[in-house]
């Protein structure tokens, strides 16, 4: 598993990016969350994800939303 944030969403076609802490931004589709609505995301939420290849590169894919600790 990958540790990142979200870096940017497109909301209106339901795609986004996330930057993972070697500084590399990974493409996501909506279908690849789990447990979490697309329009539930955030910009800098943070994600643990897979990625997996596909046909234009690395995608993320079974992300989950890493709740902010409380402190």
């Not at 598993?1 to 497109?10: A, C, E, Y």
């Amino acid at each position: 598993m990958h540790i990142g944030k979200i870096k940017k969403l497109v909301r209106d076609r339901g795609f986004g990016f996330i930057s993972d802490t070697d500084g590399r931004e990974v493409f996501f589709h909506q279908s690849g969350l789990v447990e979490t609505a697309f329009n539930a995301l955030n910009e800098d939420q943070q994600v643990e994800f897979d990625v997996e290849k596909s046909d234009k590169g690395p995608r993320a894919i079974n992300i989950h939303v890493i709740p902010p600790t409380s402190a």
